[in-house]
Each structure stands twice: as structure tokens, then as C-alpha cells.
T-cell receptor, first 111, second 114 residues
């Protein structure tokens, strides 16, 4: 079956450093969504990417969809302690609105 | 504010004792989902309702059932909880069953099985 892997599993950075998580699928994606889950919280939708090579920005966050639509990345510039949490990519391909979540990357930011 | 509400936030049950988790939404969304999330893992879809149509994931154990008596409410019933069912249970909604819909998650119910 389809697998959506993320690397790294865990990243610890100092505040102000950049951070990137990569999402890789074994199959071609129709579109991909990104969610953030704070410790003890629930997933919160960040963005959706649909087009091959698409790049979207939200303040310090930059999201990219690969040309072959089999991978995606989230880059955070100058991390802050409020960025702490687990970032999940989620595949929205296949049956309608079913989501297959990636394995997640847990980000820890210290002062 | 429109939202997805889950009660209770924490639930303790005994091994083998049936338990029901509840979810309600004020978004008037057609689709409601139940996910299971174990520690340090990604959410795993158990089943979803599109309106009143129930759709079970192939690998969801028979021990898990769901009811959706109306648009606003959805329940997760665990008939005979085992220790392995201890997890966070997340309810989510989406406006429709078209592709590319955003899902809105409730705060979750953390289930502990003793």
C-alpha cells in the first residue's frame, strides 16, 4: 500500500535556526496537505499544495511540492519557540477526502 | 465560534468494559471522521461518515463501531477495550467528500485502559 515517509523523525534546533522537513511518497500524489500538532494538541491544517512544482509561503513557512508530485517539503526560517510541535504531511490522493498522514517530524526549539 | 467538540477530554476505562466517546460539530459539515493516534505516531483513520453513509477502513478492528444519529453528533463505541486501544481518539470534519477538502480536528479524547 501507499507509504508517506517524513524525514527527519525529530529535529532539535536553537531559536533562530532554520528547519526543514521532507515528505516522500511511494506513489504520485494528487495533492498534499500539511498539518501542525502542538504537544498535547490536535492537528491543525496549515496549507494544501496541488500543482507540480508549487511553492507557497506563510510568513516564515515555505511549502514546496515536487515536480514529479512524489515529494514535498516544509521550511521554517528563523524558528521560534512557538514553532514547537509535530509537522505532518498528509496525502489527499485516492478516495475523495481521505487523508493518509506521513510519519511526522517532531520539532523542538530551545532558546 | 464554529468548532469540533469532543467529550470527555480524558477517559479511563477497564479492560473489556465498553466505552463511548462523543464528538459534536457546529460547522454543519457533511463528513465526520474518527482517527486513532498512538503515542509518537501519525493519526490513523478508523472510519468516516458521509452524511449517514458509514465507511469502515479495511483494517479497523470489529471492536470499534460508530454511530451518527444526526449531522451534528458522532460517537465512537469500543465494545471490549484492550490495553492496545489506549490512545488519543481524534474526531474531524470536512465540508464535503470532494477531493481536496480541509479537515477540522477536535481536541481529542485520550483513552486510558486499566
Amino acid at each position: 500500500g501507499q507509504q508517506v515517509m517524513q524525514i527527519p523523525q525529530y529535529q532539535h534546533v536553537q531559536e533562530g535556526e532554520d528547519f526543514t522537513t521532507y515528505c516522500n511518497s511511494s506513489t504520485t500524489l494528487s495533492n498534499i496537505q500539511w498539518y501542525k500538532q502542538r504537544p498535547g494538541g490536535h492537528p491543525v491544517f496549515l496549507i494544501q499544495l496541488v500543482k507540480s512544482g508549487e511553492v507557497k509561503k506563510q510568513k516564515r513557512l515555505t511549502f514546496q511540492f515536487g515536480e514529479a508530485k512524489k515529494n514535498s517539503s516544509l521550511h521554517i526560517t528563523a524558528t521560534q519557540t512557538t514553532d514547537v510541535g509535530t509537522y505532518f504531511c498528509a496525502d489527499n490522493t485516492g478516495t475523495a477526502s481521505k487523508l493518509t498522514f506521513g510519519t511526522g517530524t517532531r520539532l523542538q526549539v530551545t532558546l | 465560534d464554529a468548532m469540533v467538540i469532543q467529550n470527555p477530554r480524558y477517559q479511563v476505562t477497564q479492560f473489556g468494559k465498553p466505552v463511548t466517546l462523543s464528538c459534536s460539530q457546529t460547522l454543519n459539515h457533511n463528513v465526520m471522521y474518527w482517527y486513532q493516534q498512538k503515542s509518537s505516531q501519525a493519526p490513523k483513520l478508523l472510519f468516516h461518515y458521509y452524511d449517514k453513509d458509514f465507511n469502515n477502513e479495511a483494517d479497523t478492528p470489529d471492536n470499534f463501531q460508530s454511530r451518527r444519529p444526526n449531522t451534528s453528533f458522532c460517537f465512537l463505541d469500543i465494545r471490549s477495550p484492550g490495553l492496545g486501544d489506549a490512545a488519543m481518539y481524534l474526531c474531524a470534519t470536512s465540508r464535503d467528500w470532494e477531493g481536496s477538502e480541509t479537515q477540522y480536528f477536535g481536541p481529542g479524547t485520550r483513552l486510558l485502559v486499566l
